[in-house]
């Protein structure tokens, strides 16, 4: 069975559990205490003997849930005629850490670029701004089509069915 890019033979049950953590943070100047709750999801994946063949733990999801993938799991399992079921997740600090750093990355390097090529004289006006900014647009689009896919999550268009 496909999982990811990778394939996972023999799985005989797929489970799934949540569990809420609780963090107390305490403001150093005020004294002040407060909560937070995480909500943590696990996948296992088990072979018909009960061994592990696989297992996930994660938090701040944007998507599928970690229970969605393992009801598709099940699906597969109870019926091999079932339809596949596309279905992705990722934590959303991790997307939106990347998504800040590359975005500043490449305008920092456009603007290094576009300025080397202008002093050259290789750019002039209206193609100094499209190589100043075509890099950041470009980036910020795929960007834009990344988090559009994530949050697709467990019901991903057709036509999105083909990346997995």
Avoid at 12 to 22: D, E, L, N
Avoid at 24 to 47: A, M, W, Y
């Amino acid at each position: 069975m496909p999982l990811g890019r990778r394939t996972i033979a023999g799985i005989a049950h797929a489970g799934y559990g949540t569990q809420t953590a609780i963090s107390e943070l305490r403001d150093p100047t005020t004294n002040r205490r407060s909560q937070l709750e995480t909500r943590i999801e696990g996948l296992l994946l088990v072979d018909a003997k009960g061994r592990e063949l696989w297992s996930s733990i994660e938090s701040h999801l944007l998507g599928a849930s970690l229970g969605d993938v393992a009801s598709g799991i099940e699906s597969l399992i109870v019926d091999e005629t079932a339809a596949p079921f596309v279905a992705w997740y990722v934590p959303w600090p991790v997307l939106l850490l990347a998504s800040l750093f590359l975005l500043i990355a490449t305008s920092h390097l456009g603007t290094l670029a576009s300025l080397a090529l202008r002093r050259r004289g290789l750019l002039g006006g209206l193609s100094y701004g499209l190589a100043y900014w075509l890099p950041t647009l470009v980036v910020a689009g795929v960007l834009a089509v990344a988090w559009l896919v994530a949050l697709a999550g467990a019901h991903p268009p057709r036509w999105l069915e083909w990346i997995s």
